[in-house]
T-cell receptor, first 114, second 111 residues
């Protein structure tokens, strides 16, 4: 149980284009979903927290207009990287939590912007 | 400020050589302590949740324990496939759902 999927697992896009990443909780309804990014050999960095039907709460320093988050249902959240640039290349990971504060992570999406 | 500190940063073991990883925390009103395993290029995999001092949980060669100040992840007779980074996390202050992570312990088990 408690499986979270992400799609795509990797994506390459050209600078200036937008990319959408989907995060789904497959066998449970998530009260909250989170988006992280991780650079090589570094810790997870929380980007934003989202609840179904509400606007996402972004961490300090994260550009809201660049990283658009939509949380359409209790099982689906999407992250859109708009006007992507090479510095946006990273490993993006979502997680979904239950009322017990446990977070279950997706497998991650490797984004490369050329 | 709530804080999670993991030690050691890195640990190399021979196959079959048991050891422990440490996670110390300073947080008021603990609402759970979580252990994860992360392999390179993958998202963290949930291992355990501990809620109260004295609690223990086991999964295969792993056993997690909790005291009022720290948690240990004991690895018994590890195998090379146990090599990974092990992360410890607690919920943030004030009822926050956000997790505060330690920096992790990178475990390498040599055959």
């Amino acid at each position: 149980g408690a499986v979270v999927s992400q799609h795509p697992s990797w994506v390459i896009c050209k600078s200036g284009t937008s990319v959408k990443i989907e995060c789904r909780s497959l066998d449970f309804q998530a009260t909250t979903m989170f988006w992280y990014r991780q650079f090589p050999k570094q810790s997870l960095m929380l980007m934003a927290t989202s609840n179904e039907g509400s606007k996402a709460t972004y961490e300090q320093g994260v550009e809201k207009d660049k990283f658009l988050i939509n949380h359409a249902s209790l099982t689906l959240s999407t992250l859109t990287v708009t006007s992507a640039h090479p510095e946006d290349s990273s490993f993006y990971i979502c997680s979904a939590s239950t009322l017990s504060y446990e977070q279950y992570f997706g497998p991650g999406t490797r984004l490369t912007v050329t | 400020e709530d804080q999670v500190t993991q030690s050691p940063e890195a640990l190399r073991l021979q196959e079959g050589e048991s050891s422990s990883l440490n996670c110390s925390y300073t947080v008021s009103g603990l609402r759970g302590l979580f252990w994860y395993r992360q392999d390179p290029g993958k998202g963290p995999e949930f291992l355990f949740t501990l809620y109260s001092a004295g609690e223990e949980k086991e999964k295969e060669r792993l056993k997690a324990t909790l005291t009022k100040k720290e948690s240990f992840l004991h690895i018994t007779a590890p195998k090379p496939e146990d090599s990974a980074t092990y992360l410890c996390a607690v919920p943030g202050p004030g009822g926050s759902e956000k997790l505060v992570f330690g920096k992790g312990t990178k475990l390498t088990v040599n055959p």
